[in-house]
């Protein structure tokens, strides 16, 4: 159990990413799609042998990506010295296509429950449901800073924490936490303390992916049982 009472995530593979600051992470059958922060490249990564399948060279910083099926992928992309955030779909044929600006400019991490997209907004705490055209059908409340999100069996699964950005002596402290977004007011039931600097997640079928930005890995885990 860590200070908060909660047991820790169950680790479950550990590995160097292929790109240094590694931030957006999204699964798509046997690939993982990641970013580099600071190098603005995208890369396709063969799950199996952890290789650099494809490098993609993105319209802007991508901070955030998830599949959102039949071959497409949704990034949220940063642009201009302001770092102004779009949402941008991609297909491989097709390249990129802005599909719509977040609200005040301002949003991170993505994630898809296969009708609709949803962003999150780290300061403001909250992940917003979104129609095809950028409106927001709903805001939905965490009650922590965010770090990533996605779907799983009808719920979604989202880091939240603190980055204790201004406490430089204090370390970055996240959970993963539940909600059932069937629920009009869900309860954010926390599940498990993260022990790293998590930017991003996934689950891949099996077991959920995250960043550890700051040491350059990625890794796989578990919840407790």
Sequence with gaps: MNQNGLPNIVERKRVASPTITPQALAYEYDYLWMSSRDLGTLYKIQMDTWKVAQEIDPPGVVWAAVSSGNGEMCFTIGKGLNDDRYIYRYVANQGFTKLFACPDFTGSYISFDGKHLYMSQWYEERILKFDAQGNILREIDIGAEICGHTFLNGSIYVLRGRENK????????????????????????????????????????????????????????????
Excluded: Y
């Excluded at 869900?186 to 077991?207: M, Y």
């Design 166 to 225: 201004n406490q430089p002596n204090k370390s970055e402290e996240w959970r993963i936490a539940r909600l059932d977004l069937k629920q009009e007011s869900p309860q954010v039931d926390d599940l498990a303390a993260v022990p790293f600097a998590a930017r991003s997640l996934t689950f891949d079928g099996e077991n959920f992916w995250s960043n550890h930005r700051a040491v350059n890995e990625t890794m796989s885990f578990s919840l407790p049982r």
